[in-house]
Protein backbone atom coordinates (compact mmCIF):
# COMPACT_ATOMS: atom_id res chain seq x y z
CA UNK A 1 0.00 0.00 0.00
CA UNK A 2 1.20 3.13 -0.96
CA UNK A 3 2.04 5.60 2.19
CA UNK A 4 -0.13 8.85 2.28
CA UNK A 5 2.04 11.87 1.80
CA UNK A 6 1.99 14.02 4.70
CA UNK A 7 0.70 17.20 2.90
CA UNK A 8 3.50 19.29 3.72
CA UNK A 9 3.92 22.84 1.81
CA UNK A 10 7.70 23.49 1.53
CA UNK A 11 9.09 27.10 1.85
CA UNK A 12 10.72 27.80 -1.46
CA UNK A 13 11.47 32.00 -1.34
CA UNK A 14 14.55 31.91 0.05
CA UNK A 15 13.97 36.34 1.21
CA UNK A 16 11.58 34.97 2.89
CA UNK A 17 13.41 32.26 4.85
CA UNK A 18 16.26 34.64 5.25
CA UNK A 19 13.84 37.51 7.50
CA UNK A 20 12.73 34.46 9.16
CA UNK A 21 16.15 33.67 10.50
CA UNK A 22 16.82 36.94 11.18
CA UNK A 23 13.37 37.44 12.74
CA UNK A 24 14.38 34.63 15.09
CA UNK A 25 17.42 36.32 16.08
CA UNK A 26 19.68 33.01 15.87
CA UNK A 27 23.19 33.95 16.60
CA UNK A 28 26.19 31.41 17.09
CA UNK A 29 26.15 31.11 20.90
CA UNK A 30 22.98 29.09 21.05
CA UNK A 31 21.63 25.76 19.68
CA UNK A 32 18.76 25.37 17.23
CA UNK A 33 15.93 23.12 16.46
CA UNK A 34 13.93 22.72 13.32
CA UNK A 35 10.91 20.89 13.46
CA UNK A 36 9.96 19.78 9.60
CA UNK A 37 13.01 20.72 7.68
CA UNK A 38 11.25 19.26 4.59
CA UNK A 39 14.19 20.08 1.87
CA UNK A 40 16.28 22.30 3.79
CA UNK A 41 15.99 25.63 2.81
CA UNK A 42 15.94 27.29 6.30
CA UNK A 43 17.82 24.40 7.21
CA UNK A 44 21.08 26.00 4.91
CA UNK A 45 20.48 29.08 6.36
CA UNK A 46 19.96 27.93 10.13
CA UNK A 47 23.61 25.92 9.85
CA UNK A 48 25.28 29.30 8.68
CA UNK A 49 24.07 31.43 11.76
CA UNK A 50 23.52 28.77 14.75
CA UNK A 51 25.82 27.06 17.08
CA UNK A 52 24.72 23.65 16.19
CA UNK A 53 21.54 22.56 14.27
CA UNK A 54 19.20 19.50 15.31
CA UNK A 55 16.62 18.49 12.89
CA UNK A 56 13.48 16.50 13.23
CA UNK A 57 12.31 14.72 10.28
CA UNK A 58 9.63 12.02 9.68
CA UNK A 59 10.08 11.73 6.29
CA UNK A 60 12.73 8.74 5.67
CA UNK A 61 13.27 10.06 1.89
CA UNK A 62 13.63 13.64 3.22
CA UNK A 63 15.38 12.58 5.80
CA UNK A 64 17.84 10.77 3.29
CA UNK A 65 17.87 13.80 1.31
CA UNK A 66 18.91 16.16 4.43
CA UNK A 67 22.21 13.71 5.13
CA UNK A 68 23.11 13.69 1.93
CA UNK A 69 23.12 17.63 1.28
CA UNK A 70 24.12 18.25 5.14
CA UNK A 71 25.66 15.37 6.48
CA UNK A 72 29.20 16.63 6.46
CA UNK A 73 28.65 19.34 8.47
CA UNK A 74 29.74 18.58 12.09
CA UNK A 75 27.54 20.89 13.35
CA UNK A 76 24.27 19.26 12.20
CA UNK A 77 22.18 16.40 13.59
CA UNK A 78 19.62 14.83 11.98
CA UNK A 79 16.80 12.65 14.33
CA UNK A 80 14.46 10.94 11.96
CA UNK A 81 11.15 10.86 14.37
CA UNK A 82 7.92 11.86 14.59
CA UNK A 83 7.86 15.36 16.12
CA UNK A 84 4.60 14.53 18.43
CA UNK A 85 6.23 12.08 20.28
CA UNK A 86 9.65 13.23 20.58
CA UNK A 87 11.19 13.66 23.75
CA UNK A 88 12.30 17.89 23.03
CA UNK A 89 13.72 17.62 26.79
CA UNK A 90 17.07 15.83 25.78
CA UNK A 91 18.71 19.58 24.87
CA UNK A 92 18.69 22.47 26.74
CA UNK A 93 18.83 26.35 26.02
CA UNK A 94 17.88 26.06 22.73
CA UNK A 95 15.65 27.87 20.20
CA UNK A 96 13.53 26.39 17.88
CA UNK A 97 12.92 27.87 14.14
CA UNK A 98 10.68 26.09 11.81
CA UNK A 99 7.88 26.03 9.14
CA UNK A 100 5.74 23.70 10.99
CA UNK A 101 3.45 21.25 9.03
CA UNK A 102 0.51 22.09 8.73
CA UNK A 103 -1.33 19.26 9.73
CA UNK A 104 0.31 18.97 12.69
CA UNK A 105 1.48 22.43 14.08
CA UNK A 106 -1.33 23.10 16.74
CA UNK A 107 -0.43 19.71 18.38
CA UNK A 108 2.69 20.70 18.28
CA UNK A 109 3.35 24.15 19.77
CA UNK A 110 1.05 22.40 23.03
CA UNK A 111 3.82 19.67 23.40
CA UNK A 112 7.06 22.39 22.83
CA UNK A 113 4.91 24.43 26.02
CA UNK A 114 5.56 21.06 28.07
CA UNK A 115 9.29 21.92 27.30
CA UNK A 116 9.20 25.35 27.50
CA UNK A 117 11.65 25.26 30.42
CA UNK A 118 14.31 23.89 28.22
CA UNK A 119 13.21 26.28 25.05
CA UNK A 120 14.62 29.87 25.05
CA UNK A 121 12.18 30.84 22.02
CA UNK A 122 9.91 29.81 19.48
CA UNK A 123 9.48 31.31 15.64
CA UNK A 124 7.79 29.24 13.78
CA UNK A 125 5.56 29.64 10.54
CA UNK A 126 1.96 28.94 10.42
CA UNK A 127 -1.19 29.01 8.86
CA UNK A 128 -2.73 32.69 9.07
CA UNK A 129 -5.62 31.25 10.77
CA UNK A 130 -3.47 29.63 13.58
CA UNK A 131 -1.92 32.83 14.11
CA UNK A 132 -4.90 34.57 14.34
CA UNK A 133 -6.33 32.55 17.65
CA UNK A 134 -2.71 32.87 18.98
CA UNK A 135 -2.83 36.55 19.22
CA UNK A 136 -6.04 37.11 19.83
CA UNK A 137 -7.40 39.02 22.21
CA UNK A 138 -10.65 39.10 24.23
CA UNK A 139 -14.14 39.96 22.50
CA UNK A 140 -12.20 39.28 19.22
CA UNK A 141 -13.74 36.15 17.31
CA UNK A 142 -10.80 34.25 16.97
CA UNK A 143 -10.08 34.91 20.82
CA UNK A 144 -9.95 31.16 22.59
CA UNK A 145 -8.76 28.38 24.31
CA UNK A 146 -5.72 28.27 22.38
CA UNK A 147 -5.21 32.14 22.91
CA UNK A 148 -5.60 31.69 26.60
CA UNK A 149 -3.68 28.71 26.88
CA UNK A 150 -0.52 30.36 24.83
CA UNK A 151 -0.90 33.75 26.37
CA UNK A 152 -0.43 31.95 29.72
CA UNK A 153 2.66 30.67 29.20
CA UNK A 154 4.31 32.87 26.42
CA UNK A 155 4.70 36.06 25.43
CA UNK A 156 3.50 35.94 21.62
CA UNK A 157 4.34 38.23 18.90
CA UNK A 158 3.40 38.21 15.32
CA UNK A 159 6.28 39.23 13.10
CA UNK A 160 6.03 38.53 9.19
CA UNK A 161 3.22 37.86 6.68
CA UNK A 162 3.75 35.30 4.11
CA UNK A 163 1.99 35.03 1.38
CA UNK A 164 0.77 31.80 -0.63
CA UNK A 165 3.52 32.21 -3.65
CA UNK A 166 6.06 31.84 -0.98
CA UNK A 167 5.43 27.49 -0.86
CA UNK A 168 5.58 24.64 -3.29
CA UNK A 169 2.83 22.97 -3.96
CA UNK A 170 0.96 26.39 -3.20
CA UNK A 171 -1.22 26.38 -0.28
CA UNK A 172 -5.12 27.45 -0.32
CA UNK A 173 -4.13 29.89 2.67
CA UNK A 174 -1.74 32.76 3.84
CA UNK A 175 0.76 31.92 6.53
CA UNK A 176 2.31 34.17 9.45
CA UNK A 177 5.33 33.86 11.45
CA UNK A 178 4.92 34.46 15.31
CA UNK A 179 7.22 34.59 17.98
CA UNK A 180 6.59 32.52 21.79
CA UNK A 181 8.73 33.84 23.82
CA UNK A 182 8.07 31.42 27.25
CA UNK A 183 7.70 33.95 30.30
CA UNK A 184 9.57 32.77 33.23
CA UNK A 185 6.48 32.74 35.09
CA UNK A 186 2.77 32.42 34.15
CA UNK A 187 0.99 35.46 33.00
CA UNK A 188 -1.52 35.41 35.88
CA UNK A 189 -1.31 33.74 39.67
CA UNK A 190 -3.29 30.22 39.32
CA UNK A 191 -3.60 27.98 42.17
CA UNK A 192 -4.70 24.62 40.28
CA UNK A 193 -4.01 24.38 36.80
CA UNK A 194 -5.86 21.46 36.06
CA UNK A 195 -9.07 23.65 37.29
CA UNK A 196 -8.18 26.45 35.60
CA UNK A 197 -7.85 24.86 32.08
CA UNK A 198 -10.99 22.39 33.06
CA UNK A 199 -12.43 25.88 33.21
CA UNK A 200 -11.22 27.54 30.40
CA UNK A 201 -12.38 24.26 28.10
CA UNK A 202 -15.94 24.13 29.60
CA UNK A 203 -16.07 28.06 28.58
CA UNK A 204 -15.15 27.87 25.39
CA UNK A 205 -16.95 24.34 24.60
CA UNK A 206 -19.58 26.25 23.31
CA UNK A 207 -19.14 29.39 21.86
CA UNK A 208 -21.93 30.64 21.40
CA UNK A 209 -23.61 29.63 24.66
CA UNK A 210 -23.12 31.94 28.29
CA UNK A 211 -21.00 30.93 31.38
CA UNK A 212 -24.05 30.13 33.43
CA UNK A 213 -24.67 27.38 30.64
CA UNK A 214 -21.51 25.99 29.77
CA UNK A 215 -19.84 26.11 33.42
CA UNK A 216 -23.05 24.33 34.71
CA UNK A 217 -20.11 21.70 36.72
CA UNK A 218 -20.06 24.64 38.82
CA UNK A 219 -23.51 25.73 39.65
CA UNK A 220 -23.22 24.76 43.14
CA UNK A 221 -21.14 27.62 43.56
CA UNK A 222 -23.39 30.02 41.54
CA UNK A 223 -24.57 32.73 43.48
CA UNK A 224 -27.70 35.83 42.45
CA UNK A 225 -26.18 39.10 42.54
CA UNK A 226 -28.66 41.96 41.84
CA UNK A 227 -30.98 39.71 39.47
CA UNK A 228 -27.86 38.84 38.01
CA UNK A 229 -26.05 34.73 38.15
CA UNK A 230 -22.11 35.42 39.21
CA UNK A 231 -19.57 33.18 40.03
CA UNK A 232 -16.70 34.83 41.75
CA UNK A 233 -17.99 38.22 40.82
CA UNK A 234 -17.98 37.40 37.53
CA UNK A 235 -21.28 38.13 35.42
CA UNK A 236 -22.41 34.18 34.00
CA UNK A 237 -24.51 35.89 30.96
CA UNK A 238 -21.17 36.96 29.48
CA UNK A 239 -19.38 34.84 27.06
CA UNK A 240 -16.40 32.58 27.46
CA UNK A 241 -14.29 34.82 24.75
CA UNK A 242 -15.04 37.93 27.04
CA UNK A 243 -13.37 36.98 29.64
CA UNK A 244 -9.06 37.84 30.60
CA UNK A 245 -6.66 35.66 31.20
CA UNK A 246 -7.04 37.52 35.01
CA UNK A 247 -11.08 36.74 34.71
CA UNK A 248 -9.97 32.71 34.00
CA UNK A 249 -7.81 32.99 37.29
CA UNK A 250 -10.41 34.47 38.99
CA UNK A 251 -12.67 31.87 38.48
CA UNK A 252 -10.11 29.09 39.13
CA UNK A 253 -9.15 30.14 42.03
CA UNK A 254 -12.34 30.93 43.48
CA UNK A 255 -13.48 27.38 42.25
CA UNK A 256 -10.75 25.75 43.67
CA UNK A 257 -10.94 27.32 47.41
CA UNK A 258 -14.35 26.14 47.31
CA UNK A 259 -13.28 22.64 46.50
CA UNK A 260 -10.64 22.12 49.30
Known sequence: MKKQPLGQNFLIDESIAREIVRLAGVSSDRPVVEIGPGKGILTELLLEQAESLTVIEIDTKLSLALNRRFGSNKNFRLIEADALKYDYGTLAGYQVVSNLPYYAATHILKRLIHYRSHIVRKTVMLQKEVVDRLTAQPGTRDYGSLSVFMQFHCEVERVLEVG????????????????LTPL?????????????????????????????????????????????????????????????????????????????
Open 184 to 260: AQPRVKVDNLKTFFNIINAAFLHKRKMLKNNLKGWENMFSKENGRTELAGIDLNRRGETLSLEDFATLSNHVHSHND
Open 164 to 179: KDAFSPKPKIDSSVVT
